[in-house]
């Protein structure tokens, strides 16, 4: 069944197929491959309809590649990663700043009314959309970062900033409590 999939592919190869099967390698085809998940690529492979085999590799010059999923595979650069990580780092933050502020405004007079529950205090209503629109805006930044990594050092410096103001804000709920 697998073999009836094909794989449509808007450019030419040296070959002049414009539809390869899934499970058959094609030689000058790796975009092919940006399509679907778990395909093996077992080096330079001839295609089907090549006619000229002179330039085939020889087998010991094979290179096994695995692609996992490749809509989640992003290629990036070592500073492009370490903005990555730093941006990770930030999201673990703005969670525990976040977690901080609700517990130190539970139950206390709130004075956002979209926060404030009946008896004008904070509750569970309020935690959830705290942590509703935090999860909303991590998510956004994610998928920002997923088609530019090269935004994740700003998202980072833009999370620890509101972390910094969010914990600011807790410090100062739990003077007053």
Not at 56 to 72: M, N
Not at 141 to 154: M, S
Request: hydrophobic letters at 50%; proline letters at 6%; charged letters at 15%.
């Amino acid at each position: 069944m697998n073999v009836l999939n094909l794989l449509k592919n808007p450019r030419k190869t040296e070959c002049g197929a414009k539809q390869f099967p899934i499970r058959l390698v094609v030689r000058a085809a790796p975009f092919a491959l940006l399509k679907h998940s778990r395909i093996a690529v077992l080096g330079l492979l001839p295609c089907a309809f090549a006619a000229d085999t002179s330039l085939i590799p020889a087998p010991e010059s094979f290179a096994a590649i695995s692609v996992g999923h490749p809509h989640t595979y992003t290629l990036r650069t070592p500073q492009q990663q370490a903005a990555y990580n730093a941006w990770k780092y930030s999201v673990v933050a703005v969670a525990a700043s976040q977690a901080l502020d609700v517990a130190s405004s539970w139950s206390m007079r709130e004075v956002n009314p979209l926060l404030a529950n009946s008896e004008g205090r904070f509750g569970m209503k309020a935690a959830g959309i705290k942590f509703g629109t935090t999860g909303a805006i991590l998510a956004a930044q994610y998928w920002v970062l997923k088609t530019h990594p090269n935004k994740a050092r700003k998202m980072a410096v833009l999370n620890w900033a509101g972390t910094a103001l969010t914990s600011a804000l807790a410090a100062h709920n739990f003077s007053i409590r």
